[in-house]
């Protein structure tokens, strides 16, 4: 397939971009810079500014656009861009797709387990409904721009919780550990929802060749607490885990992205991608976490 990436430069996209590439698919990457070869197309979503014959010549977009939610601390400022960058991005490309003369068949979207908000004690599967919080209500518009591709357009959107791999929440949490800082965050017992970096990227392209659209949860097929994912860190890296930060005080110094990020219990099930027949290489976190540090890039 000839596929269209958005954010192909970023952890989920570089990646992404090496396992299609792999998988014997032609891959255009979309820059926000002058287009130097057939294999990239200019854009400034931003400006909602994109060539819209480039999706006359492809056959699926993957939209993986969208400021890191791992940048802390979430300023007024910062919250907008986090917003903005991923609904107007997604919005530019479901228009562009709408002026092609022909849509490409297949449009997968990023969007995020924060759908669900803050649900301690449940289990929550694709038909869960939409949560509360500002997460929350950024992926709802998330998805509505998805949602605006053409009706041709088979659209999937795919939320994915925290991805264990050399880059974001990840590596931040590797870094603290590293550093002997690693600390129970408020009670731990908190589910964190989590995908390695191999399975996010096998689960993307198994998803150009599915019929499944609408959303589909990016998880492990295995809860684990926040608790369960530091010591597991801690342990393998020979590092301690003896603090533990009261939720007070991470609210006082993170804001919302305390409650959203860190303090958030989503007990996810990818209930439909199971369903469709994947298979999971890393079926525990501390599996995923092995994958991880095992890596030449932890090695170097």
Known sequence: MHVLVAGASGFIGTALVERLTADGHEVVRLVR??????????????????????????DAVVNLSGAPLARLPWTKTYRGEINDSRVTATRTLADAMRKARRPPAVFLSASAVGFYGDRPGELLTEFSSAGSGFLAEVVARWEAAAAL?????????????????????????????????????????????????????????????SKLSGPVNLAGPTPATADRVMTAMAERMHRPYTFAVPERMLELALGRAADELLLSSQKVRPQRLIDDGFRFEHVTVEAALDAMLSAPRARA
């Open 149 to 209: 591709a053409p009706d041709d357009t088979r659209t999937a959107v795919f939320r994915t919780g925290i991805v264990v791999g050399h880059g974001g929440a990840m590596q931040r949490v590797g870094t603290l550990t590293r550093f002997g800082l690693s600390s129970r965050l408020g009670t731990g017992g908190q589910h964190w929802p989590w995908i390695s970096v191999h399975d996010e990227v096998s689960a993307i392209a198994h998803l150009l060749t």
């Open 33 to 58: 810079r002058r287009a130097q070869g057939p294999d990239e197309a200019a854009w400034s979503p931003g400006a909602g500014i994109i060539d819209f014959t480039v999706m006359d010549r492809v």
